[in-house]
Each structure stands twice: as C-alpha cells, then as structure tokens.
C-alpha cells in the first residue's frame, strides 16, 4: 500500500504559491543587474518549502520564527558564499559575507556609496527567503491571502516599473497577476470546502478545478482590457504633485543608487533634443514647453545650461566628438578632473526638470561635477585630464527629478582674453581647427577682412561675432539651404539670414579658417529669471547653439553671434566688473576638489517651494515603455475588482439557490434558453416532464427540486423533507442545461446557414 501524503489546502495550492515565488525570482534573474542572481529563484523556493513545513508542524508561532530566521541565515549564507572565489574556506567565507554587510551598514548610515555588487545578492536573496517563508505562513498556518499576495507583487512591480532594459519583464507580471487571481480563487474555495464539510454538505470535488478555469480566464480577461488601456501624458498638475508629495520616495530613489552602485543600468528611449549630429536643415518650430527650473544664488551675469559639444564640419552637418571615452562617475569620487583655468567661479546649480524619459545632465560651462551617478563623456589633454563634451544620467531622469550640478563659470576680463597667449595644444590644433573642402574662398576672405586689423584672437572673434549680430537677420523659418552650396556660404552671402544654429556655424568656420581654435555647443539659453526665488525657467524656445573660443590659460569662452540672443557683456578689465549689466562673480583662482560635491542623497535637501507650473499641459514626445505604471495598476485594480465580484456573486448565488422557490423559478429561465414556453396551466410535474425530455440527463435532479418545491408550496408544514438541499441539485444540473443550451444554439446556426 503506497502512502500518500496529504495536505489539507490541497496541493495545488502549494503549486501555485510556489509558481508564484518562482515567477518574481525568474524577473529579478532575468533583469541581470548584477551576476549571482540565479540563486534568488532557489532562495525563495527553499523558503517556501521551510515556510510549509514549519506552517505545518506543532511549533508555537515565536518557535517557529525563530526557526526559520535560523534556517534563512544559513541558507543565504550557503548561496551567496558558493559566489566567492573558490579558493576561500568556508570560515573565510562566512566572515567575508558579514564583513561585507557591516560595510554597507557604514555606507548606508555615514553617506558613502558602495559599489560591493555581492551586496545586492545577499540582501535580494534574503527578501526572497522571508517572501518564500511568509507566503507559506500565511497560506497554510495564518491564512490571510493577501499577506502572501502584495509583498512578491510588490517587489516584481517594482522590478518591472523601473527596469529598461531589453528583457520582457511585464510578461513575468502578467503571469504572476494570473496566477494570484488563481491562487485568490483557490484559497476561497478551500475556506468554502471547510465550511461545507462542517456543516455535512456535499459537494462535488470536481468543484475545485471549475474554480481554477473560471479565475484563470478572468485573470485573462482583466489582462487584456487592462493592456488596452490609454496611457497618460505628462502634466504641469502631475509634475508639481510629484514634486511635493515624493520626496521621501525620492529620496528612496537616491539613496538607492547610492548604496547599490554597481548594479548594471540599462539605456532606454529618451527624449533629449540634441543628438550626436546637428544638421543645418531647414525651419525649426520649438514652442514653449517648459524644460527645466535652474536654481542658482543669484543671478548669474551670462549664462547657458549646455549639453554636448560638436567638433567636426562637414556636408553641412556638426557632429559630436566620435572618439570620446565614457566613464562611469560617481559623486565619492569627487569633482571631475579637467584641467586648470584662470578667472572661474564656482557656481552650483539645482536643476528640477520637466522633460520625461531624458538623460543629459545640463549644466552651465565648465561642468565638473554632479550629485547624480552619470556617464562622463570626454576626451583628454597631453596630462590625462577630462575634457567634458557631455553628462548624462545614469539612470534616466524622469519629469519631476532634480540634481545638483557643478560648474567653472569664466569671469575672465576683455583684456586678460586679449593678452592670453596663442600657443595652442596638439589637441586643440587637430580637433578645433577642422574645415571641409567644401568652405569656400568667399567665407575666407570675409574672415580675414573683419579679422585683418586686430592682432589677437579675442578682439577678431568679437569682430566676427559683431558682423554677424549685424548682418545677419534672424529667422528660424528658413527653408533648407539648397543641395551643392555650403550652408555657411549661404547664410553669409545668399539668404543672410538664420537661426541660431547657422549664426554658431559661420562663425566658428570663419574664425577657424583665421587659425582660431572654436566649437559650438548645444544646449539652452538662460532662460526667464525669477527673482523673487532665483530660478531660471527653462523652455523649449530657449532651445540654443553658440560659439567657444579656446584661450589658452583661459579654457573654453562663451561668444554670442545670434542677433535674438544678448550679447555677453564682459568687464574690461579685472578691476571694472561694475560694469557688469548683473552682479559680478569673483575670480576664484584655485579650487578644493573634495569639499565640492556632498553626497548623492543631499541632492533632495533642497525644496522648490510653491511655484505651480500653469501651462496647460507639459507637452512630451516621450515613447512610452513596453508597460506604463497607470496599465499595471489598472491591470491589478482590474483583477481585484473580478475576483471581489466573483466572490460577491458566488454568495448571491448560494443564497439563491438555496431556497426551494427560488431556485425552483430558475428551471422556467433555463427552459425559455433551451426553447421550452411553458403555459400558465402546466402543474409543476408537467413542466418537469418537458424539461426532462430536452435534458433527460437531468431527470433526477429536476424531479427532485420540483418536488420540493411542491412540498414547500402546498403542505400543510411547508418544509421539504429529508433536510433536502437544492444548491447539491444545482451543481449537478447546471453544466447540463449550460451544455443543452450552447447544442442547440449550435444547431439553429447550422440550420440558417443551410438555407
């Protein structure tokens, strides 16, 4: 004789809550934020398993806790130390893993960042021990289903929402929504069955997999509708609501990335205006969308907040340095090391952006650094140093986020620029001096006339920035100049006309064809100034190219040659800065590199206050993701709302059928779906008799319920006898008419089509 074991909630339960565990530990594999995190899966099932087993047994609760902390630590400590190096004793190892926490620990609390990868592992696989074990506990010793339920769901939707990488994880979601409906069904059934068998009720255990069908399909249902759902575009009203009521999430955020900063971050579509190449196309329409708040201590006497560096001309096109280097930076690190300059003020900035799904990190001329995790693109001089050419986030910054950004704002005088030497660096002279074959002589020799009379680089390239404010008309209308001339030379002599692009482009080609290092960059103009808070607002409209000139000693210096923007008003000399249209900075001729930057999660200390965006709306190009939050939670909301419903009309149900008259009255329903019109004048056998001959399968059950029916109608005690039950005779009776009916249906279809 074979032993079989037995479990009272049935082991299909058990499967389901298994499948369950192993569906949120397969995303959080799948998702390869760090090596390792195959024995998460593992981890949760071992727990479920130790969650059962205890949930099962005669411990006391406490004891039983007890247990299985005990038995959680070993476990994760097995796992996690299979992952160190092979040569390392166990004692070794042990000591290794709690060495590695009580350093995390310190990090956490002090404000370091740890980049310990193994971290994650532990701690994830510890979480999915605890889930293992609790979703067990309160499924087979305490059930409370929703405890065993949110908690997985919880931290798969969390996995799901902020993963961008390029594995399907929302199909992990839809599985575990289905199979959480099916074990929601599968538990209610149980505490039915419980009661039913206390009360001497029987039932058919066929029962338990009409349950799991009718939950499994509409769990699919709820999918489905819920996938087809609209998403929702950003909002003003949104953004300032997640603006003041996130912050602690935010702040969750932050430190996140802090305490977990080697786990991989993947590029998802981004919205960022600037791309690696500018063309100088044809009209441009930006509108006023609002970007970005830059908050400053005071206003700044010029500024722009950049984003990327172009070096190359040709075929009427920039493009972005090609050869840069990216490194991950993050804030423990300190400032970034880019050279020297003279005349520089420090300036930090805070910027609260407005833009969805974007990653460039803007900043005004010379960005050194910032209290987010980003990539630095760059290349380096004859020492080694950073030379920035952009900055983007790590992780991708989302409408609502703010950081701090660091910047050398140059405070340099005309006449310091004037006498900064002209002896350029290999680097400068073989990046910044490029010019296609396609420049013609007409471009060179306008150079050279408004250039000829100065003899240093500052007084010629305000000379070309001069010609250009003058001569040039700004228009963002223009048609793309024609195919065979060069965009310069057709601004400078055909259309005379432009927008901010072209005005950038003619000069940085005049003044290196008179051997004067230049760029341009793209990014955004200042912006509108608020006094009363000192914020720059930031919108589309602001959207801007200018010029740097390289001054050795100096660095990079902004000039402005479009006529729709302020020139840059610089002192005169050093000693003249009141001559400034706004209050001057002073020069800071040497910086402390470490006390820069504070930590990662002081970037939430500063609050924007109360200023309300009133556009109407934000207006984003932003492409959605695979799986929006509002389809997740319209998804979960949908399949709470079908399972209360389910459970609601079971109750109805029961109630119904289990009074005689009532549910006598459903057989005159069901006959008019199976075609049968009774008359006034049948007696209740004679309707009984029709209905058995269309459903002879069912003659008992319909025999038995009329006759209780008659009893309760018309004898003298009007109780039925036997204690008679008619929900039993439902069950039995109700997947007959159901398959009768659909036969015939089938059969009237076929019917019409013949003729």
Excluded at 68 to 74: D, H, I, Q, R, S
Aim: glycine share 6%; charged share 20%; aromatic share 12%.
């Amino acid at each position: 004789m074979r032993l079989q074991p037995k479990l009272e909630e049935g082991w299909s339960t058990l499967a389901l809550l298994w499948a369950m565990i192993l569906v949120a530990g397969m995303a959080i594999m799948q998702s390869d934020l760090i090596d390792g995190l195959h024995i998460v899966p593992l981890a949760g099932s071992i727990g479920l398993l130790a969650g059962v087993t205890l949930a099962k047994s005669r411990f006391p609760t406490r004891t039983a806790h007890i247990m299985a902390l005990v038995y959680g630590l070993f476990v994760v400590i097995y796992l996690t130390g299979n992952l160190l190096p092979e040569g390392m004793l166990w004692r070794e190892r042990v000591f290794d893993i709690f060495n590695r926490q009580l350093v995390w620990l310190r990090k956490a609390i002090g404000g370091g960042t740890s980049r310990d990868g193994l971290i994650f592992v532990i701690q994830t696989s510890a979480i999915f021990w605890l889930l293992g074990y609790s979703a067990a506990w309160y499924t087979f010793r305490l059930p409370r289903v929703w405890r065993a339920i949110v908690p997985t769901g919880l931290v798969l939707l969390s996995v799901v929402y902020y993963y961008t990488g390029p594995r399907p994880l929302p199909v992990y979601l839809a599985i575990y929504v289905v199979l959480a409906l099916v074990y929601l069904a599968r538990t209610h059934l149980i505490t039915q069955e419980k009661n039913w068998r206390e009360t001497r009720v029987l039932y058919e255990r066929a029962i338990r997999y009409a349950f799991i069908r009718a939950s499994f399909m509409t769990a699919l249902i709820a999918l489905i509708v819920a996938w087809s759902l609209p998403t929702f575009s950003a909002s003003p009203v949104v953004a300032d609501a997640l603006g003041t009521t996130r912050g602690p999430w935010r702040q969750f955020q932050d430190n996140w990335t802090r305490l977990f900063s080697a786990l991989r971050a993947y590029g998802t579509d981004t919205v960022d205006p600037y791309q690696n190449t500018l063309v100088l196309g044809g009209p441009r329409t930006v509108g006023s969308t609002p970007i970005m708040d830059v908050y400053v201590e005071q206003k700044l006497p010029y500024v722009y907040w950049q984003a990327i560096v172009y070096d190359t001309y040709e075929n009427g096109r920039w493009q972005a340095v090609t050869d840069y280097q990216s490194e991950l930076h993050i804030p423990d690190d300190g400032v970034l090391p880019t050279p020297f300059t003279l005349s520089r003020q420090v300036v930090t900035q805070t910027v609260v952006t407005y833009l969805n799904n974007s990653s460039f990190l803007y900043a005004a001329p010379e960005p050194i650094g910032s209290n987010r995790q980003m990539f630095v693109e760059y290349t380096t001089d004859e020492r080694g140093n950073m030379l920035v050419t952009a900055m983007r986030s790590r992780f991708i910054l989302r409408q609502g986020d703010q950081y701090q950004v660091i910047s050398r704002l140059s405070v340099a005088d005309a006449q310091s620029l004037r006498e900064a030497p002209t002896e350029y660096p290999d680097w400068v002279r073989k990046r910044y001096l490029q010019l296609p074959d396609t420049i013609t002589p007409e471009t060179v020799a306008l150079a050279e006339e408004l250039t000829a009379q100065y003899d240093n680089p500052y007084d010629k390239a305000m000379a070309v920035q001069n010609y250009l404010r003058e001569n040039i008309k700004y228009n963002d209308q223009i048609p793309a100049p024609p195919d065979g001339i060069d965009p310069v030379h057709y601004t400078l002599f055909v259309s005379q006309e432009g927008y901010c692009n072209y005005y950038a482009s003619a000069m940085t080609v005049m003044l290196r064809s008179q051997g004067i290092p230049a760029r341009i960059v793209s990014g955004y103009a200042q912006g509108e100034f608020n006094a009363e808070r000192n914020f720059y607002r930031v919108r589309a409209s602001n959207a801007h190219t200018w010029v740097e000139v390289y001054f050795p000693g100096y660095g990079w210096i902004q000039f402005e040659p479009t006529a729709s923007i302020p020139v840059i008003t610089r002192p005169e000399t050093a000693a003249s800065g009141d001559d400034l249209a706004s209050p001057s900075l002073p020069a800071q001729t040497d910086i402390d590199r470490e006390a820069l930057l504070g930590e990662e999660e002081n970037q939430n200390d500063f609050e924007r206050g109360g200023d309300v965006l009133d556009e109407n709306a934000l207006e984003t190009t932003a492409p959605q993701t695979a799986v929006s939050l509002w389809q997740i939670l319209g998804a979960i909301l949908i399949v709470a709302i079908a399972g209360i419903l389910l459970w609601v009309a079971n109750k109805l149900n029961q109630r119904i059928e289990a009074d005689v008259i009532r549910s006598y009255g459903r057989l005159e329903t069901w006959a008019r779906w199976l075609g049968i019109q009774f008359r006034p004048t049948y007696t209740p056998y004679e309707r009984a008799d029709m209905l058995t001959t269309v459903v002879p399968e069912g003659k008992q059950p319909i025999r038995n319920l009329t006759q209780q029916y008659v009893f309760k109608q018309f004898s003298k005690t009007h109780t039925p006898p036997n204690g008679y039950n008619p929900t039993e005779a439902w069950r039995e009776l109700r997947p007959l008419l159901i398959r009768r009916g659909l036969i015939r249906r089938l059969e009237q279809w076929r019917t019409r089509r013949r003729r």
